[in-house]
């Protein structure tokens, strides 16, 4: 059934057509309207889950874990603070291998109180040992959160996806929500590995002494580097039962391409535009959307860019002291495989100003102007 | 998940990472890890004694007849109070209840209504044909040493109770028609309906007991007929009215209450006239004073103290002034005036308190010229009963006119045992009771020839004398007696304040015309609901606090049994399970090392 709906009903949708057995969520701008829609849902009967209020996200997050330790699928929504408070928590549920699933409306982090998009919240999270989606589209956000869990339950471990405040949040767009019995067939019921229950009594978390904590961790960057396989094949066993994939890193005009610009969240559809005209005009330039952040298909990244002769990456966060996540993570990636090919890290659109077609132009034209970055960090629209 | 495949009680040691599993988890057990030995303190499971058993002079278990009636089991609440003595349905209606006194609800809101529940678990038993427990074969076997009761009063009848329940035959000599003491022939049928005494005293014949009527024991026969029998307990009351000592006295008109109240009760006419004094501020004043509200007349109680220093029951004093009774503090006697040989007056004096005499009351004076004369036609003395102990030999010491006893109940004449109101202790029906258990345990080791001191001690609830009959017959323990439970001890978060249940009040000017009992008792309902109010100190009743609470789960369920297993293998003594009891039958104990 296809229907206009925004980023945030797109999620509470997905929650549903995946069945989610717990929901554990506190309200926060712009995620409120994903958890008030999935409440409805639960009151209507039109999802059989438990739906638990909580006094916080971080109870939120206890919640889920409690709930997915048992067996049950478990899925939060939050953003900014909300992502911020459950940090420990974050911690606990990839440590403790639960495969639950947790939408996350980019907003920028406070204070200067901001309710708008950027992507600092979610990339604060990083080394959580949770998988991270960035999203482009309503109907990508719907898709992720059944792939979340189609690939979390294979790998134990959990899935956040990340939607921006108001361009997707509270935009609305065609979305095609699956029937959900189609769902069931490409995700089964979880039957958990390691499961809480009183008929066979174990413990969960406990202490761990130097003898097994390392091993703990040794394994879980195990899982994660098979997860990028299993995402894979995740996406294209979708592709056959919906018709629809969005692959890890989405290739766009990219392959013969001198200039690829690398982006992620709902800037990929600005720049998408940009690079259509540019191509029109004779312009070279192509395009990366990076939409598995974590764990980071290196290999992949590398192939996408065996042939350009320029990287531009387009960072809406900052690693202050550093410098733009996105641009980090990518300039490692390369470290000791193309070191001839410049990489220049652009920070545009923090706290949710819009980063329009005239900005891609503008790093456009500075990329292509410049044989390499003068700076680690290019600032585009900074009021100086 | 599969079934475990690791060895329950080793530490699990992974050679690779391969054969781990992912997360931490519990794939084994911490069982190996004695965490026992860290512990400095042990909590133990310890009953103590709740402050309204202790408080019982009848030695009753109070506490475990609320936890029995809270779960609506009123027979084995009956049962359990007949462990102690067979009077329930007397005593609750004329006990004074020192219990409630001591409960430590009542430091929190208000006491429990000890009292009522006692009489709806005495009426359950008389109603629904109950009979009493009876004691093993081994332990109640039949035994062939004599012995005699003199007097049938409540300490009598209690010791007869038990001695019968032991395997004895004991013979109750009663100088009146009917037994049952003060019971049957003291108070009145208001407060004590004759067929609950009866019920109950046919409980303790049925048991084996030989009660002779009409039998008033004398010197001549105690010598004679009481020559051959191995004990004998002297349980004669005190029925001799002191006098007033002021001119007049010798009047036909001035009597003895004690006396009025016996005729009463035994059926006889008693002429009194229109306008009535009663002298003195005990039970025998208010229930003359009541009863002859009852026969039509008006009456008048004066009294030499004040209101607080009035031995009567509190709530029979109460009672009596609802009744319309007018009563004269601080006012006494000092001459009875008549014309003809008959009384019409009585001239009195106001009295103020001065320094406390030797019962700890404030002793009354005079006030010089404050006389002043009231218009009576009889007068009732009822300042006070002394025993009747012309028929004792003088082997068998007495002081103060009291037989002096040892805290056992024997007498200086080996053999010789008494109790009740014939010896020095409290005029109470509860007291006596205790002072009949007393006397029947040594007894009986005194027969049995054992050491009556020692195992008197081991029966002892509390501090105050009251002992358990339980205890010694059937050897359970119900608690480290010595310890008492204080308010302090309990753990007020898991009990929410509620109103108390008391009984009805009745209607006082029905009431007042006839001799019907005056108070009706509680429902079923209200006694479940009242019972529940109790604390339990003490006692554990398995709310399973110390089970949900341990953190080391090293508190489980006895299967076999009431009550919980520490695992002290691996308990840490972190005291929670002690600290969370909500009532004190649990402590911590220094770890001897
Ligand atoms: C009017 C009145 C009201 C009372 N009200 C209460 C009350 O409400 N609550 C309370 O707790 N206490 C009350 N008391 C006190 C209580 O009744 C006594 O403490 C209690 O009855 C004493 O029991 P006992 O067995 O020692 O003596 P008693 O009950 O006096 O019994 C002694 C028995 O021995 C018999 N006897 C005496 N001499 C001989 C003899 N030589 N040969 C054979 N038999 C003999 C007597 O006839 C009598 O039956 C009251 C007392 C009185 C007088």
Known sequence: MKKVITGNYAVSYGAMVSRSQVIAAYPITPQTQIVELLSEFCADGLLDAKFIKVESEHSAMASCIGASATGARAFTATSAHGLALMHELLHWAALGRLPIVLANVNRAMGPGWSIWTDQNDSLSQRDTGWLQFYCESNQEILDTIIQGFKISEQILLPTMLVLDAFFLSHTSEPVDIPDIEVVDTYLPKYNATYRLSTENPYAFGGLTGPDHYFEIRYKMQETMDQAIEIARQADEEFERIFGRSHGLIERYYSDDAELILVVSGSIASTTRDVVDQLRSEGRNVGMLKVRMFRPFPRQEFRNAVRRAKKVAVIDRNICVGFGGIFYQEITSTMYGHRDDLPIFGFIAGLGGRDVTPNVIHEIVTHAETHDTPDTEIIWIGVKR | ?593
């Open chain 2, 1 to 593: 998940m599969k079934k475990r495949k690791y060895p329950k009680d080793e530490i699990i040691t992974f050679k690779s990472a391969n054969e781990m599993p992912p997360l931490a988890v519990s794939l084994g057990s911490m069982r190996w890890n004695k965490t026992g030995s860290w512990r400095y303190i042990r909590p133990i499971y310890e009953n103590k004694t709740p402050p309204c058993d202790e408080a019982c002079p009848a030695g009753e278990d109070v506490e475990g007849v609320q936890y029995l009636c809270e779960q609506g089991k009123f027979e084995d609440a009956w049962k359990l109070i007949l462990e102690e003595h067979p009077f329930p349905g007397v005593q609750g209606r004329v006990c004074y209840h020192p219990c409630e006194e001591a409960c430590n609800r009542g430091h929190y809101d208000e006491a429990i209504s000890i009292h009522a529940v006692e009489r709806f678990v005495g009426d359950y038993g008389l109603n629904h044909g109950l009979i009493p427990p009876r004691l093993s074969q081994e332990r109640g076997h039949k035994k062939s040493e004599k012995i005699a009761i003199i007097g049938a009063g409540p300490a009598g009848l209690v010791c007869a109770y038990h001695l019968a329940r032991m395997g004895y035959t004991p013979l109750v000599l009663e100088a009146h028609p009917v037994p049952g003491g003060i019971l049957r022939v003291g108070i009145p049928s208001y407060r004590l309906p004759k067929d609950i005494l009866e019920a109950e005293i046919e409980h303790i014949i049925k048991m084996g007991v030989d009660i002779q009527t009409d039998s008033r024991v004398d010197r001549d026969l105690l010598l004679k007929d009481l020559k051959d029998f191995n004990a004998i307990y002297v349980a004669t009351g005190a029925h001799e009215s002191r006098n007033l000592n002021v001119p007049g006295e010798d009047a036909s008109g001035v009597m003895s209450g004690l006396q009025f109240l016996i005729d009463l009760n035994l059926g006889k006419k008693i002429a009194i006239g229109k306008k009535v004094a009663v002298i003195g501020g005990g039970n025998t004043a208010m229930d003359t004073a009541r009863s002859v509200l009852r026969l039509g007349s008006e009456v008048v109680v004066v009294y030499r103290r004040s209101r607080a220093e009035m031995p009567a029951i509190p709530a029979e004093v109460e009672e009596a002034e609802h009744e319309g009774i007018p009563i004269h503090f601080l006012a006494t006697p000092i001459r009875v005036i008549t014309d003809q040989e008959r009384v019409v007056q009585m001239e009195c004096v106001k009295m103020e308190l001065g320094e406390p005499d030797e019962s700890g009351r404030r002793r009354p004076v005079p006030v010089e010229g404050s006389n002043f004369i009231m218009d009576v036609e009889t007068v009732f003395t009822a300042i006070g009963e002394s025993p009747q102990l012309s028929f004792l030999t003088e082997d068998i010491q007495t002081e103060w006119g009291s037989i002096v006893v040892s805290d056992h109940g024997e007498t200086s004449k080996k053999g010789i045992f008494a109790g009740g109101d014939a010896v020095d202790q409290p005029r109470t029906v509860a007291h006596a009771i205790g002072s009949g258990k007393v006397a029947a345990i040594a007894i009986d080791t005194f027969l049995r020839g054992k050491d009556t001191a020692k195992i008197a001690a081991s029966v002892q609830i509390g501090q105050k004398g009251s002992v358990s009959m339980e205890r010694y017959l059937r050897g359970e323990i119900r608690y480290n007696a010595s310890k008492v439970v204080r308010f302090e001890d309990i753990n007020l978060a898991y009990f929410e304040h509620k109103d108390r249940v008391d009984l009805p009040r009745a209607d006082i000017e029905k009431a007042k015309q006839s001799f019907v009992e005056v108070n009706s008792g509680l429902p079923e309902s209200a006694v479940t609901t009242e019972s529940g109010r109790c604390f339990n100190c003490g006692v554990c009743n398995m709310c399973e606090n110390c089970w949900v609470f341990c953190p080391d789960i090293s508190i489980s369920r006895k299967t076999d049994a009431f009550g919980y297993d520490i695992d002290y293998d691996h308990c840490k003594g972190c005291g929670i399970c002690v600290e969370e009891c909500p009532r004190e039958a649990m402590s911590l104990e220094e770890e001897q090392k």
